[in-house]
């Protein structure tokens, strides 16, 4: 049973937009803090934002300081990744994750569920 269901990656030239979703079916928002990580090839998978229940935004990858912003929409139970001004360095796979003791954090230990991730490639 998936908990975590990515969608919305794709291919998109530098400085365009994406919007990520992660469908969070069965895991009460009301008490995980979601996150979005990404790991690009031969990389470690880094921490990119962090939401927690309460919908406060408390982690942030400084290499995405003002170009994304995490979102969520309790009724449809999904998390949202918006990324502006992409770059070919924030090609990855884009993956979300839940921690269940709604903590947020850029580590990847912490977190207790985990999406399959989707695919975002910059190029031009």
């Not at 979005?36 to 927690?52: D, H, L, M, T, Y």
Request: proline fraction near 3%; charge should be negative.
């Amino acid at each position: 049973q998936s908990h975590l269901v990515e969608s919305g990656g794709g291919l998109v030239q530098p400085g365009g937009s994406l919007r990520l979703s992660c469908s969070t079916s069965g895991l009460p928002l009301d008490t995980y803090a979601i996150a979005w990580f990404r790991q690009a090839p031969g990389k470690e998978r880094e921490g990119v934002e962090c939401i927690n229940s309460n919908g406060i935004s408390t982690y942030e990858s400084d290499s995405v300081k003002g170009r994304f912003a995490i979102s969520r929409d309790r009724d449809e139970a999904t998390v949202y990744l918006q990324m502006n001004n992409l770059k070919p360095e924030d090609t990855a796979v884009y993956y979300c994750a839940a921690d269940r003791e709604d903590f947020c954090s850029g580590y990847v230990r912490s977190f207790d569920y985990w999406g399959q991730g989707t695919q975002v490639t910059v190029s031009s």
